[in-house]
Structures are given as structure tokens and as C-alpha cells.
């Protein structure tokens, strides 16, 4: 089982694994171009979701947070995001759209600096959970209000979700069943060398729970 990194940008180790008769089955993360399984959730359906929750409280000037430029649900969700805004007939501004990555120091100054902008967002999708911690902190410092002056949703299974002041809308995404079935699907490709893993991939959705950083005022 397989959930590649955000810094995966060449594949022939792993297609020589497959060639030496290796089963692989990829979940969350995944590389579109290898034939097998992958066991991935709906992103660019929760992309345009959480970017149209924002533009239904109110928000016109939304900014996306990436993790990689590469990552495919990286992309699927900007994807999302991007149609979202194009449906409701809103401008895409590239300043918003951020790409950060596995320096946290570099992505506190990346968002820093988008929220001092002269005509700074007044929402914000993130795509993966461990940026919440830098957005909160960042509003915190420039003396913003969650949802008052910007709204908040990230894509994230925290726990903490709910105790957070304000609590945190998020796209809660299903990892047990995604772990589950990739596992069972392992386990019959294994078992079974007839098994056809690339027939095999399924996509499991995710949930936008609403909770008060996206508040209306």
C-alpha cells in the first residue's frame, strides 16, 4: 500500500516493483499514470464544495492554500476550486493561490503575507490540515477575526476541530474506509494472482462539516 509525498515527481522505482510482480495499491495520494488500484477520495467535488460554502456566506475574495504544484489532489482540488469560482462568475486572482510546502517557517510568511495584501482574501480553502495551525496563528498576529474578517475551511481529520476558538469547518475526509478497502484489496491480489487490481479503484466521499469559521456575521 502506497500514499506517495508531496516531493514524488519520477515513478520508475515503483513501476520496477510492479514489473518484478510486486501488488501495489495506492491510496489518498496517488500517481494517475501507473495501472492499478487507487482508493482516492472525491477532491475536485470537495474543492468546489468548500469554495461555494465560502462564496455562500459572502465571500467574494477567496484564496486557496496548496501543498504541491505535483501532488494530483493538490491539483484536483485547485481544479475544484477554480470552477467553483468560474460558476459564480468570480475573478480568478493568482496572488491568492498559494502553494506551500514542508517548511513551516517559509508557509508562515507565505500566509502572512496573503493576508496583507491590499485587498487581502476574505476566505480561505486550505488543502491539507497541518496549515490550520498557521492561518489561526497568522490571524492572531494581524489582528484579524475567524469568521469576522476572513472564513476559514481546510481539508483535515482533526480532532480538535471542534474545540478550536472558533471551531473549524473542515472537509473531513473518510481515511479509515480509504485504509480499509485499500488493504482488502491488497489482500485479495495476494491471495489471488488472477486478481485485476487496476479494475479495482474506487473513489469514497468526503464531508463538509460546517462549523463556526465559517459563519455568517
Known amino acids: 500500500m502506497m500514499s506517495v509525498s508531496r516531493e514524488t515527481a519520477q515513478t520508475d522505482h515503483i513501476i520496477d516493483l510492479m ?28 474543492g468546489y464544495k468548500a469554495t461555494q460554502h465560502l462564496i455562500k456566506q459572502g465571500c467574494n475574495r477567496i484564496g486557496f492554500l496548496g501543498i504541491s504544484k505535483c501532488l494530483s489532489i493538490s491539483k484536483t482540488r485547485l481544479d475544484g476550486y477554480l470552477k467553483a469560482l ?11 493561490i498559494i502553494h506551500c510546502n514542508n517548511e513551516a ?12 495584501l491590499p485587498e487581502r482574501p476574505d476566505g480561505i480553502v486550505a488543502t491539507v ?4 495551525t498557521p492561518v ?5 498576529n494581524l489582528y484579524l477575526n475567524i469568521p469576522g474578517d476572513l472564513k476559514f475551511v481546510c481539508f483535515s ?5 471542534t474545540i478550536l476558538n472558533p471551531s473549524l469547518t473542515t472537509i473531513t475526509q473518510p481515511a479509515f ?19 485485476n487490481l487496476a479494475a479495482e479503484s474506487m473513489v469514497i466521499s468526503s464531508e463538509l ?5 465559517t459563519r455568517s456575521n
Not at 517557517?105 to 496583507?116: A, E, G, P, T
Not at 490540515?129 to 490550520?132: A, G, H, M, P, Q
Open 19 to 46: 514489473t518484478n510482480g510486486l501488488p501495489l495499491v495506492f491510496f489518498d495520494r496517488v500517481c494517475e499514470e501507473i495501472e492499478t488500484a487507487k482508493i482516492t477520495t472525491d477532491d475536485f467535488e470537495c
Open 86 to 96: 468560474q460558476d459564480s462568475h468570480i475573478e480568478v486572482n493568482n496572488n491568492f
Open 105 to 116: 517557517d517559509q508557509n508562515d510568511v507565505l500566509i502572512k503575507d496573503l493576508l496583507q
Open 129 to 132: 490540515e497541518k496549515l490550520t
Open 136 to 140: 489561526y496563528e497568522a490571524c492572531t
Open 157 to 161: 481529520n482533526l480532532e480538535t476541530a
Open 177 to 195: 474506509e480509504m485504509g480499509k478497502t485499500a488493504a482488502a484489496l491488497l489482500f485479495n491480489a495476494l491471495e489471488n494472482s488472477d486478481f
Open 209 to 213: 462539516v460546517i462549523r463556526n469559521s
